[in-house]
Structure formats: C-alpha cells, structure tokens
C-alpha cells in the first residue's frame, strides 16, 4: 500500500483489526521503523483527535512529525490547470504538493467537504491534487467524502467490544444546528459494509447519502423501528446530499435518548454537541465509548502508517 485516502485501502480488515489491537497492546514494538524519516500533517481544518492520535502514532513509530495549519497559514492554493492566477490564489498544487515532498517522507491531509460545490468536492481536488502531484505517500485524515482513520477506529473499537457473532449496528442521523459534510457516515457505511453485521442506516427522508456508497444497506425511515435490539448505535448528523449540503430538518425528536438506545453502546466520532445530537444521559452512561473510540484513533493511525513505513 503506498496512500492511504479510502477504506479501499485495507487489504485484510481482519488481519489490520488484529495488528492495531496488536499495537495497542505494545505500541512502542516498532519504534524504530520511522527512524530518521518525518510525517507532515497539513490540516485545512481545526481537529482535536485526528491531530493528536496522528501525532501520537507517528511519534510511537519513531517519524519525526512537522504539524502545518495550512488552511490559515499556507497560501491559499490553485487546483486548476492552466489558470491565469491573477485573483486569489497564490500557490499553484503542482508546486506547494511537490515542495512539501522535499521536507517529509510522508504527508498527511485534512480537507473538508465546501458543501457548496458537489461536484468539487466530489471530485476531492485538495486530497487528489497532493495525489497526483506529491512524490510521497498520502493520508487522508478527512476529506470531502471520506474519513477512513475514524471509521478504522470504529472496526477496532466494534471489534474490542463486540460479543455476537452477527451484531446488529445502525447508524442513526441526529440533528444539527450547522451543515456538517458526509465523510464520516460514507466511511463508516463502507466500513460496516465490510463486517458480518446486521447494518442498517435511519435518517429522515431527504438525508439519503449518496447511493453509490449505501449501496447493499438497510435503509429504514423509523428510527425507533430501526433501534430495536440494536448492538451498537452511531450517532452522526450530516446535511443533505441531494439538496446538497443544505439542513432540511432539525426534527429534535432524531436526538439520541437513554430511551431509544434500548441496551446498545453508543458510538459517536466526536465531537458531539451534547443535548442536541445526543443527551446527557447517553454520553454520561456506560454505555458510552465515544472515549474508547478516540483512544483508537491512534491505533487506526499507527497501523496506517506501520504498513506505509515498511514500504518505503
Ligand atoms: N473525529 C475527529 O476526526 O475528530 P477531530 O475533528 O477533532 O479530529
């Protein structure tokens, strides 16, 4: 494997679930692998665990790690091909993408959906233009479409928990003040797509995810229907993808409830607004491992860049 952008990525689910809960146990075991080589993590957007657990991973790996913010302090850059840059844009991808292959052995993006432009953001410019322009290894740490270090911290989070063979697991839509993107629902989808599991997806009509990715799920417009004798429930809210990044419905009775989890565990990728997408109640229980699936993170990370290092 030379990037890692998509869940497409894993060869063995299985056997990359074992080897992370492997690191886990022992995450110091290959400190020396990123001896002498650097990660750059470029960040677009504001984190809190993707930047730490990248950080953290790396660090247990050995790589020397430079962090760049680059949506506030790069310079604003060209995707375009034969543009005349004679507006906004500074820098051209060809350039900043090559440059940036000068000074790490691996780089690391996060570029969030516009939620303007479908198209665009389809067509995920800034994680394929360091693609196709970068002589280095890529990592996706969110784009406009997907969020595979996350959803790989959820199969090994379902994997450490799970105790059926066949467990059922739904992924419930919540409300939302704001229009968020579709990267963690489409990889978290895809993921549980990959697993013996009874998955099923409820969200209100009009908040269907793009249909090339829940193609072979369950799809069920009653949440409470959808709920029953659940395993696990992931709670998540994203904007319409057909009125595309518009919020149709805030229709508070999607929050998630101690009532409706019934005796599931509750999943959320954080972070989480508390008494709008989910009670109290929920996050505050047991059966909560919002906390255990960021922990996670770092291990989804370090296992991402273990099978990227030993190729190099
Ligand atoms: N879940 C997640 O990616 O968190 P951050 O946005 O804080 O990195």
């Given at each position: ?17 074992a ?7 022992n ?18 957007n504001?984190?809190l ?13 050995g ?15 060209e995707?375009e ?13 060809k ?9 790490c052995?691996?780089?690391a ?19 394929n ?31 450490e ?12 839509w ?20 990959k ?43 994203w ?16 929050m ?57």
């Amino acid at each position: 494997m030379k990037h890692y952008t998509s869940i497409q990525d894993i060869d063995s689910l299985p056997q990359w679930v074992a080897d992370a809960r492997a690191l886990k146990a022992n995450s110091k075991a290959y400190k020396s692998l990123g001896e002498n080589k650097t990660i750059c993590l470029l960040f677009f957007n504001n984190s809190l665990r993707t930047r730490l657990s990248t950080q953290k991973a790396a660090m247990n790996l050995g790589l020397e790690v430079m962090v760049m913010n680059f949506g506030s302090e790069g310079w604003a850059l060209e995707y375009e091909d034969g543009t005349i840059m004679d507006q906004g844009t500074s820098e051209h991808i060809k350039e900043a993408a090559k440059v940036v292959s000068q000074f790490c052995d691996i780089v690391a993006i996060r570029a969030f959906a516009s939620l303007t432009d479908k198209e665009k953001d389809e067509a995920e410019v800034v994680l394929n233009g360091f693609k196709k322009y970068t002589t280095i290894p890529v990592v996706n740490m969110e784009s406009s479409v997907g969020h595979p270090l996350q959803a790989l911290a959820d199969a090994i989070t379902i994997g450490e928990q799970n105790t059926k063979e066949r467990p059922k697991i739904v992924l419930s839509w919540a409300p939302h003040p704001k229009a968020l993107p579709h990267a963690v629902a489409n990889s978290f989808t895809e993921m549980m797509l990959k697993q013996n599991a009874d998955f099923i997806i409820t969200h209100p009509e009009g908040y269907e995810l793009d249909t090339k990715i829940t193609k072979g799920a369950t799809i069920e417009h009653d949440q409470k229907k959808a709920l029953e004798n659940a395993d696990f429930v992931y709670v998540k809210n994203w904007s319409s993808y057909k009125d595309y990044g518009k919020v149709i419905n805030q229709d508070k009775n999607w929050m998630m409830t101690k009532d409706k989890l019934g005796n599931a565990k509750f999943m959320h990728c954080l972070p989480v607004r508390r008494n709008v997408v989910v009670e109290d109640a929920v996050l505050d229980s047991d059966q909560s491992i919002v906390i255990e699936q960021a922990n996670n993170r770092t291990y989804a990370a370090q296992i991402v860049l273990k099978k990227i290092l030993e190729k190099l």
